[in-house]
């Protein structure tokens, strides 16, 4: 792929300590994030520290009641952010403590793996915002430490699963998405 591309982290207003963890730990496991606390800022003042920091997009973890409900793309241009598909709806999250392996150190590179069924669409969606590739298990195993595959659960939910490569351990984050909605207007 291409030169590094820098993508912003943040969060809505007044995050709960889950969804600060659940940052962090997308931030040690998707190489080039900039995780920046919002406290106060309004949008636009996060679209200027985007402008500040020269990144190329950037992902809110937006809260609902206090859990993380999903995750909106931005691109950034002279207007301020500018909406990217997918909105990622949350079903639910596993943050990286609650499995057994050991807490990951900061990943430098990763792919994106598919499993069957409608998942290739999110796959290529999230391989252009995070500007890593989309491969076989087989070849993501070869080449990277750390892959993020995207298949389905026991409930026909999308789920997004950190592994830790060749070993294919999942390392966490673990996402299960309820929807994902490709128009603002859907």
């Not at 207003?13 to 919002?38: E, G, M, Q, S, W």
């Not at 409900?69 to 952010?81: K, M, Y």
């Not at 298949?151 to 998405?177: C, K, V, W, Y």
Request: hydrophobic fraction near 40%; include cysteine.
């Amino acid at each position: 792929m291409n030169a590094p591309r820098k993508i912003m982290l943040t969060t809505s207003r007044n995050p709960t300590p889950r969804i600060r963890t659940f940052c962090k730990d997308l931030a040690l496991v998707i190489p080039n994030i900039l995780h920046v606390n919002r406290g106060k800022m309004s949008i636009n003042q996060v679209a200027e520290k985007a402008l500040e920091h020269s990144v190329d997009h950037v992902a809110i973890v937006e809260r609902w009641q206090g859990s993380p409900d999903r995750i909106e793309f931005f691109s950034i241009d002279s207007s301020g952010l500018v909406p990217v598909p997918p909105i990622l709806y949350i079903a639910g999250i596993r943050l990286q403590r609650e499995f057994s392996t050991k807490k990951s150190k900061r990943v430098d590179s990763i792919a994106i793996t598919k499993s069957v069924g409608n998942s290739l669409e999110i796959a290529v969606s999230l391989s252009k915002i995070f500007n890593v590739p989309v491969l076989s298990e087989i070849e993501a195993s070869a080449n990277y430490p750390v892959a993020i595959n995207i298949s389905h659960d026991a409930n026909r939910r999308i789920q997004m699963t950190f592994m830790l490569l060749p070993q294919n351990l999942e390392i966490g984050p673990r996402i299960t998405l309820r929807r994902v909605m490709w128009e603002p207007n859907e």
